[in-house]
């Protein structure tokens, strides 16, 4: 039984620290100090390039990819290099409201193309230009809130009104009840957990 009670004990310290944003990159609201120090490098390299083709055309796109030897996801979505100020804005209170977790949502639409193709031979199966609101996990590095990530908008998620701006100090709706919900049932679950263990002690 105590035995149990440990790794019980265990699992929601676990639990209670990973929704602390302690396992991985990620931080559980935007503009908190990034673990990552070259994830914004990263994801210029991987989304916001020079001389990427402005054109729908499938074989434009299979040969950039051979010569850039970038043909190992099979996924990818290119932002136009002239918008990476406004991209960058969207982790800003004037660019971007915050979404869920350390993700931010654009103000306004973005249109970039997405290029699918078999992994690992750059056969290039369709590029798609498409117009939505970027979705973009935010963190800090030098003293700058910029973005880290890119997260597909399947669904064609818009901004609420009602959020706090991306980097923002206030809490408006817009803040992740999911995350904060987690958190706060993982401390209630060790709160619990740690007054078993002085009452069977």
């Known amino acids: 039984m105590k035995n149990l009670r440990l790794l019980l004990l265990s699992l929601s310290?676990?639990?209670l620290l990973g929704n602390l944003g302690v396992s991985g990159y990620s931080n559980v609201e935007?503009?908190?100090r990034s673990r990552c120090n070259n994830c914004?490098?990263?994801f210029l390299y991987r989304h916001v390039?020079?001389?990427t083709p402005l054109t729908t055309d499938r074989n434009a796109w299979e040969k950039y990819l051979r010569e850039q030897n970038n043909c190992s996801r099979p996924t990818q979505s290119f932002l136009h290099p002239k918008d990476r100020e406004r991209v960058d804005a969207v982790c800003s209170s004037s660019g971007g409201k915050?979404?869920?977790g350390n993700l931010c949502i654009s103000q306004r639409p973005f249109t970039f193309?997405?290029?699918r193709s078999e992994t690992g031979t750059c056969g290039v199966s369709s590029v798609r230009e498409e117009t939505k609101?970027?979705?973009l996990a935010c963190e800090v590095l030098e003293n700058r809130c910029v973005p880290v990530h890119f997260e597909g908008n399947r669904e064609g998620s818009k901004p609420d009104n009602n959020a706090a701006g991306c980097g923002s100090t206030e809490k408006?709706?817009?803040s992740s009840f999911k995350v904060s919900g987690m958190w706060l049932a993982s401390l209630l679950i060790l709160m619990f957990l740690s007054q078993l263990l002085f009452l069977n002690s």
């Open 172 to 174: 408006g709706k817009g």
């Open 13 to 15: 310290i676990c639990l």
């Open 49 to 51: 390039r020079p001389n």
């Open 40 to 42: 914004h490098e990263k």
């Open 113 to 115: 193309l997405t290029v």
């Open 133 to 135: 609101h970027l979705i």
């Open 98 to 100: 915050t979404y869920q």
């Open 30 to 32: 935007p503009c908190q």
